[in-house]
């Protein structure tokens, strides 16, 4: 719409100066037909005219610079005209006016100071050198004429051009009053109370719709503090402070009014000594708040009594569990005599029972015991290798069982930890199984143990079928599982977590790296090694591996 505007008002500026030429140019016309003036030097004041009309034309249509300079040529087109027909007092004085009327013709009030003075340097221009000069006269008998023409040309055109330009600056403050009107309106409908504040607190404005128990009206020269209860006024005055030197701030306060109240402001500097504030009724967010709190602590209780129950519950598993196993155990062996072969297998596949079960008990009894916040890490120095080489022996047999070639590759020195011996071991052989698990027979698996520093890497490597990537998100939380029903079917969910977890007891962090269908690679990194000695191993640890 401005651009439209801009368009406008152009043409109308480009239109008026050519009427005015054609104007000046009828005239000179006019009074060589009639005989009252020669072509020649006699038209030189007429021409200037014309010449200052179609000028102006060209710079009004060329843009917003432009109409300086055409004003300029103006005051100069006039200054020459009025001196050569013999100054102040000559016919064509009126043409003084000239610049103030093209100023106003451009429907700019801005250009107006700029167009008057053009009219004042005319005017004391012709009147000084009226005075001290010679100047030449405009013929006697087109001199009335002349008078007549400039006075009755310069009328019209500055009366045209200020009713227009008047019409003009109607228009623009009939829009101005009506846009702050509707803005107003909007300030004064929109859901929350604007103020408008000195950095002491001390209300300006208010806009908008202010919270219950109050009123516009009563906020204005007042003081924000006397509507807060006293005891949050100096959480407020602290937040005004902290807008003015940082630009903004937040606070929320109960109201004087309303002891149960909630109302939140946020704050934001305009300038130096100017803040903009918006206060708004925080109660329904902070029953949410409230709400979502007491939810967070009761879902925790639940949470810390389900990993309660869990522990309770493992150990009393696990004394009838043991007498199982041991009695499955003594008859695996044979111990009071013989048994028949059928016998013997239900033994053993009861005690293989057993002792899968007892693995997993044990593992739920350490994740509960580490969400409630009960694992202890009993931390020791000891030779890191003497861990992993353990879990690498008792993951031999699987190994061999599911056809996999396990391969493990540790430091020829010594690689002393300070850390929980049973939780490394733990960590070695969750992972080791976890892998023999997802890799087919004729696959292998790599564990690799070294050094970073003061962190302890742990790496195992299968060659196995891979984790997709929805399941690698998932992987490392309580009984999440990856595969197919019978890969899930031969863990509980526990083993991935349980390495996360010790790991993050002891200050480090467990990632897993997969191409479903090449293989799964999972890294555990712990600071825990130490510049200790430890004891010198009875059997080299290489052959052990």
């Not at 396990?406 to 020829?412: F, I, M, S, T």
């Not at 998100?473 to 996360?500: C, I, M, T, Y």
Request: glycine fraction near 10%.
């Amino acid at each position: 719409m401005k651009s439209r505007r801009r368009i406008v008002g152009a043409g109308f500026a480009v239109g008026w100066h050519l009427v005015w030429a054609a104007g000046v140019a009828a005239t000179g016309a006019g009074l060589v037909a009639a005989d009252r003036l020669m072509i020649g030097p006699d038209l030189a004041p007429l021409a200037v005219g014309v010449v200052a009309g179609l000028a102006g034309a060209l710079l009004a249509a060329a843009g917003e610079r432009a109409r300086t300079a055409s004003l300029l040529v103006w005051t100069l087109a006039a200054i020459a005209a009025v001196l050569m027909t013999g100054g102040a007092s000559g016919p064509l004085a009126a043409w003084c006016l000239a610049p103030l009327a093209a100023a106003a013709a451009f429907r700019r009030p801005d250009l107006l100071p700029l167009g008057a003075a053009g009219a004042l340097a005319t005017a004391a221009v012709t009147a000084l050198s009226s005075a001290l000069l010679p100047l030449p006269t405009a013929p006697a008998a087109a001199a009335v004429w002349l008078s007549l023409a400039a006075l009755c040309g310069i009328t019209l055109a500055l009366g045209v051009a200020m009713v227009v330009l008047h019409a003009e600056a109607t228009r623009e403050r009939r829009m101005r009053d009506g846009i702050e009107t509707g803005l107003l309106e909007v300030l004064d409908n929109q859901p929350q109370m604007l103020l408008d504040l000195y950095p002491g607190g001390r209300i300006l404005e208010a806009f908008g719709q202010p919270p219950p128990g109050w009123r516009t009206r009563d906020l204005i020269d007042r003081n924000f503090g006397d509507f807060v209860q006293a005891d949050d006024r100096p959480k407020v005055e602290e937040a005004l402070q902290r807008a003015v030197s940082e630009g903004s701030s937040a606070i929320a306060f109960r109201p004087a009014h309303d002891a149960e109240g909630w109302w939140e402001l946020s704050l934001r500097r305009m300038s130096t000594i100017r803040i903009v504030g918006a206060v708004r009724d925080g109660r329904a967010q902070r029953a949410r708040e409230v709400e979502l709190e007491a939810a967070r602590v009761s879902a925790d209780q639940q949470n810390a009594g389900k990993s309660r129950f869990l522990a309770n519950m493992s150990h009393e598993l696990r004394t009838p569990l043991n007498a199982i196993m041991g009695f499955s155990d003594i008859m695996r062996q044979r111990l009071f005599g013989p048994i028949s072969d059928r016998y013997a297998e239900y033994a053993d596949l009861i005690h293989e029972s057993g002792a899968h079960l007892l693995e997993l008990i044990n593992d739920v009894l350490d994740m509960s015991k580490i969400e409630a916040d009960r694992f202890e890490l009993a931390r020791e120095v000891f030779d890191a290798r003497e861990a992993i080489a353990a879990a690498l022996r008792l993951m031999r047999g699987q190994a061999d069982r599911a056809g996999v070639s396990l391969r493990g590759v540790l430091p020829p020195e010594s690689m002393p930890a300070n850390a929980d011996r049973r939780a490394v071991k733990q960590i070695a052989i969750n992972l080791l199984s976890n892998a023999l698990k997802f890799t087919p027979r004729g696959g292998s698996v790599t564990l690799t143990l070294q050094a970073a520093g003061d962190t302890l890497e742990l790496v195992v490597a299968d060659t196995g079928v891979g984790i997709a990537p929805d399941d690698l998100e998932r992987l490392g939380r309580p009984f999440e599982q990856a595969g197919d029903p019978s890969q899930k079917a031969a863990g509980s969910g526990l083993g991935l977590s349980l390495v996360r977890a010790f790991a993050q007891l002891h200050g480090g962090e467990m990632c897993i790296e997969s191409v479903l269908g090449d293989g799964a690679t999972v890294i555990v990194r712990m600071p825990v090694l130490s510049d200790a000695d430890v004891a010198p191993q009875a059997k080299p640890l290489a052959a052990q591996a």
